[in-house]
C-alpha cells in the first residue's frame, strides 16, 4: 500500500474514531475504487461502520464488494457475530458465509451456522451443523468440532421429535458422541454429545458416557443435575436386556446423586432387581430368557407401559385391544419415549400373527422405534428383520438388518448385503444408476472390511458361494 494510500486509510479511521460512522462511512466508501489491498480494508471499514450505524439497506451493497475483498484482509466474523446478537440472524449468516468463501475458516462457518440455525427448521440445521462439524474436525479445529457436534445431536433429536416421520441418525450421533471432547463445554452441550454417546455399540464408550452422566448428576443446578440422572435411567430402560454390567455400576453412581432419599432407595432397589434379572437371562437356556424378561421387567422411569397391554391382549387373542394399545404405544413413541421390553416381546407377537391388521401395527411400531429412538429389541435385530422379510414388511426389514450390521451381529452381513443388492437392482429398475452404484459399493465395502464368519453360513454353502459375496454383480 502506498504512502498516500496509508494517509487516505488512517484519515478514515481517524473520523471513526472521533467523529462516528456516519461521517467515517462516506470517507471509507470513497475509497472503495482504489487498488488492493486498501480497497479491502476501506470495505471492513464501511461495514463496521454501517453495522454500528444498524443500516441495513448500506449493508447490502457492501457485503457484494466484501465478497471480492482479497484474502489476505482482515476476516469479518466479529461484525458477522454482533449482526446475529442484534436479532439480524439473515444478513448476520450472509455476511459470514461471504467471508467464509473469501477466507475459509471454520470459526466463521461457525458463526455462519448459528445463524442459519436460527431461522431454519431443525432438520436443516442438523444437516449445516454436521457439515461443519466434518470440517472442523478435519480441520483440526476441535472446540468449534465439539461444539458444531454437540448442536447437530441437539437439532437431530428436536427434528425427530416434531417429525413423526422422521428420524434420527443413529450411526452418525454414535460417531459425534465418540468423538467430541465435551470437558469445557457448557453442561446442556455436554449432556447433548453424552446423548449421543449412548448411541455406540461399544459398552465402554456407553460407560464414559455415563461417567460424565455422574459428573454432571453432581451438579449444583438443579436442572442439570435432574437431566442427568433422567437420562441414566432411561438408558437402563431403553437399552433393556443389552445393557451391560458396566453400565449398570456407572448408573448406580449416578443414583448418589439423587437428592431424594426414598426414591434414591426406590430406584437402587429397582436397579438390583435389573441386575438379578440380566443375570438370570444370560444363565438361562434360551428359550427362557424371553420369557424371564417379559414377566419380571422392572422399569426405573415409573412411566405406564402400553406395550405391556398390547403384548397381554395379544395373548389372550384379544384383536380390538391389542390394535389399540399398539397404537397408543405408537403414539407415544419418540426419542424421549423409548419402547420398552414389553412393547418389543408384543411387536415379535404381532409379526406373528395371522391377522394383517396386527402384523401392519407391530411392523410400523417396530420401525419407527428404529428411526425415532436410540435403542434396539432385547432379541437380535436380525431376527426381527427376518420375521418382517416373512411378512412382507420391507421397510422394518431393510431398517432392522442396518441396524444389526452397527451392532456387528452374527448373520447380519448377509442378509444386510443382499438388501443393498435388490435395493440395486429396483434403482437400476427406476434409471437410477448412481443410486445402484453407491448401494453396491456399501455391500461391498462392508463384506470386505469384515468378511461373514463361517457361522453365518450353512453348512451346505459351496467353497464358490463363500467368495462370491464379496464381488456383487453389478446390474
Do not use: N
Not at 219 to 237: C, K, Q
Not at 255 to 275: C, E, F, G, I, N
Not at 333 to 350: D, M, Y
Amino acid at each position: 500500500m502506498s504512502f498516500f494510500d496509508d494517509v487516505a486509510l488512517r484519515a478514515a479511521e481517524e473520523l471513526e474514531a472521533r467523529v462516528g460512522p456516519f461521517v467515517a462511512l462516506a470517507s471509507y466508501k470513497r475509497l472503495l475504487g482504489a487498488a488492493e489491498p486498501l480497497r479491502s480494508l476501506a470495505a471492513l471499514g464501511a461495514l463496521r461502520c454501517a453495522v454500528a450505524l444498524d443500516d441495513d439497506a448500506e449493508l447490502e451493497p457492501l457485503l457484494e464488494v466484501w465478497r471480492c475483498a482479497a484474502a489476505s484482509a482482515p476476516s469479518a466474523r466479529g461484525l458477522a457475530v454482533e449482526l446475529v446478537r442484534r436479532g439480524k440472524p439473515v444478513l448476520g449468516g450472509r455476511l459470514a458465509e461471504v467471508d467464509d468463501a473469501r477466507r475459509p475458516e471454520a470459526r466463521t462457518a461457525f458463526v455462519a451456522a448459528v445463524a442459519h440455525a436460527a431461522i431454519a427448521p431443525p432438520s436443516a440445521a442438523y444437516s449445516r451443523w454436521d457439515e461443519l462439524a466434518r470440517r472442523a474436525q478435519a480441520e483440526g479445529e476441535l472446540r468449534a468440532f465439539a461444539l458444531a457436534a454437540a448442536r447437530a445431536v441437539r437439532c437431530a433429536f428436536v427434528a425427530a421429535e416434531q417429525d413423526r416421520d422422521g428420524e434420527l441418525p443413529r450411526a452418525r450421533l454414535a460417531e459425534l458422541g465418540e468423538a467430541a471432547e465435551p470437558a469445557g463445554l457448557a453442561a446442556e452441550e455436554q449432556l447433548w454429545l453424552t446423548r449421543a454417546r449412548l448411541c455406540s455399540t461399544s459398552r465402554f464408550e456407553r460407560a464414559a458416557a455415563l461417567s460424565t452422566l455422574e459428573a454432571l448428576a453432581g451438579s449444583a443446578r438443579r436442572p442439570v443435575s435432574t437431566a442427568a440422572i433422567r437420562l441414566a435411567l432411561r438408558h437402563v430402560d431403553g437399552a433393556g436386556s443389552r445393557i451391560e454390567a458396566v453400565e449398570l455400576d456407572r448408573v448406580g453412581a449416578v443414583l448418589k446423586h439423587l437428592p431424594d432419599a426414598a426414591l434414591r432407595a426406590m430406584l437402587r432397589s429397582r436397579l438390583a432387581a435389573r441386575v438379578r434379572l440380566l443375570a438370570a437371562e444370560r444363565s438361562a437356556e434360551p428359550g427362557r430368557a424371553g420369557r424371564i424378561a417379559q414377566a419380571l421387567e422392572p422399569r426405573l422411569e415409573l412411566e405406564p407401559s402400553s406395550g405391556r397391554a398390547a403384548l397381554v391382549a395379544l395373548r389372550a387373542g384379544e384383536t380390538r385391544a391389542a390394535a389399540t394399545a399398539l397404537e397408543s404405544a405408537l403414539a407415544a413413541l419418540g426419542p424421549e419415549r423409548p419402547l420398552s421390553g414389553p412393547a418389543w416381546s408384543a411387536v415379535r407377537v404381532a409379526l406373528a400373527s395371522r391377522r394383517a391388521e396386527l402384523r401392519r401395527l407391530g411392523a410400523r411400531l417396530a420401525e419407527r422405534a428404529l428411526a425415532r429412538t436410540t435403542y434396539a429389541p432385547p432379541y437380535a435385530l436380525a431376527e426381527l428383520a427376518t420375521r418382517a422379510g416373512e411378512v412382507g414388511e420391507s421397510a422394518l426389514e431393510a431398517r432392522a438388518i442396518a441396524e444389526a450390521v452397527r451392532w456387528r451381529e452374527p448373520g447380519a452381513l448377509l442378509p444386510w448385503a443382499d438388501a443393498r443388492r435388490r435395493a440395486a437392482w429396483e434403482a437400476y429398475a427406476r434409471g437410477e444408476h448412481a443410486a445402484a452404484r453407491e448401494a453396491l459399493r456399501e455391500a461391498r465395502e462392508v463384506l470386505r472390511t469384515e468378511p461373514p464368519p463361517s457361522a453365518q453360513l450353512s453348512p451346505a454353502t459351496s467353497a464358490h458361494d463363500r467368495t462370491a459375496p464379496r464381488s456383487p454383480t453389478s446390474p
